[in-house]
């Protein structure tokens, strides 16, 4: 039986072809709802040709679900030519066929048509197996879309933490603070990202001893995970001490421009 499933995904296809080899990529876009452990961690990090790799599945990261081969093979295009495919004729005691093509192709959009296509087989299980695939692959390329708004994102944020150094350097004090203020707006939605961006401009305030940012700061940092535990996060608030933290504010064109188009509108 065979399950087809394609999307777009905002990303030039050179960045999700380099992304799809990696067994990092595999990893984030499974889980939850599967985890694959490697027999053999260091053979692990790259899909090559010919390779072959057995993994340990835990169905939601604990549900032991025997142990699988990712046998694979890459199927590019000669040149600067399109499309590109990673195969995985995998099986398992369970499972003896999962036949498992991902194609890579620019799309009219700007970013990538993306697709998986798998052909599974298990005997009596392949009714049950393939439903499970159908689930799996909307997941994965679920997973997939909410990575690349992620990816674009942190460029963003080195970009503009790059512009910031830069205007430290330069004793530009107003331009540092207008580039710490679209790291936040840019990275409100990641924990991490967003209590960093807080941290950068707690740091710069200490240096310039305005002690009524860094109040405001400190305050802030308490406040952002609260923010994201409850979804209620302002959007475009700049996340200095000068407005409310709870104020939404418009998005700069151009920021939303990069995160809506990633890939494309890097400096």
């Known amino acids: 039986m065979k399950v087809s499933r394609a999307t777009h995904i905002a990303l030039k296809p050179d960045t999700v072809w380099a992304e799809v080899q990696t067994a990092g990529l595999l990893q984030n876009i499974a889980w939850p709802l599967v985890r694959f452990i490697p027999v053999d961690d260091a053979a692990f990090e790259s899909f090559q040709p010919g390779g072959r790799y057995q993994v340990k599945l835990r169905l939601f990261g604990m549900i032991p679900f025997g142990t699988q081969w990712i046998v694979t093979s890459l199927h590019e295009a000669q040149g600067t030519q399109w499309p590109k495919r ?25 970013g990538t048509r993306y697709s998986d296509e798998v052909e599974v ?54 331009r540092a603070w207008h580039h710490l203020e679209r790291v936040h707006i840019v990275s409100q939605l990641y924990l991490g990202p967003h209590l960093a961006s807080h941290g950068a401009m707690l740091g710069f305030a200490i240096e310039k001893r305005d002690w009524s940012e860094v109040l405001g700061q400190m305050v802030r940092m308490i406040l952002a995970p609260l923010g994201t535990l409850t979804g209620r996060l302002p959007v475009g608030n700049t996340g200095r001490s000068n407005v409310s933290a709870f104020a939404p504010m418009p998005v700069p064109d151009d920021l939303q421009l990069e995160i809506d188009q990633p890939d494309q509108g890097s400096r």
């Open 121 to 174: 087989s298990a005997g009596a299980l392949t009714p049950f197996i393939w439903a499970f695939a159908q689930i799996f692959y909307w997941h994965r390329q679920r997973r997939w879309r909410g990575l690349a708004k992620s990816l674009a994102a942190r460029r963003v944020i080195a970009d503009e933490m790059a512009a910031y150094q830069s205007a430290v350097e330069a004793g530009d004090d107003d």
């Open 86 to 110: 990673l195969r995985d004729d995998g099986y398992s005691a369970l499972i003896s066929k999962w036949d498992h093509w991902i194609t890579v192709a620019p799309d009219k959009e700007g």
